[in-house]
Nanobody
Framework: QVQLVESGGGLVQAGGSLRLSCAAS????????MGWYRQAPGKQRELVAA???????NYADPIKGRFTISRDSAKNTVYLQMNSLKPEDTAVYYC?????????????WGQGTQVTVSS
């Protein structure tokens, strides 16, 4: 199992920046991929960015060039640096760990952190 603890959300003006952190309860190299998802009111949860244990990252089109996912293996932590924020980035952001375990793939989620971007 994996426990995930997020931090770093808040209120920011459009054009501003925030950095989200997600601390995992075990080595991130033992987790096949870690990512950030977001869910805005009335919308489905969507992938924002993910990084594999091998270091390959991918990004959703709306945030490409503005957000960067990174990791610190010594701290078992994954980050999401969000720059040039827009009001449409407002959502609850969730950290995800996608893990192959004995009986198949499992997804673990953090508690979510609110990001609000004012215009």
């Amino acid at each position: 199992q994996v426990q995930l603890v997020e931090s770093g959300g808040g209120l920011v003006q459009a054009g501003g920046s925030l950095r989200l952190s997600c601390a995992a309860s075990r080595s991130i190299f033992s987790i096949n991929s870690m990512g950030w998802y977001r869910q805005a009111p009335g919308k489905q949860r969507e992938l924002v960015a993910a990084i594999t244990s091998g270091g390959t990252s991918n990004y959703a089109d709306p945030i490409k060039g503005r957000f960067t996912i990174s990791r610190d293996s010594a701290k078992n932590t994954v980050y999401l640096q969000m720059n040039s924020l827009k009001p449409e980035d407002t959502a609850v952001y969730y950290c995800n760990a996608h893990v192959w375990e004995v009986f198949g793939w499992n997804d673990y989620w953090g508690q979510g952190t609110q990001v609000t971007v004012s215009s």
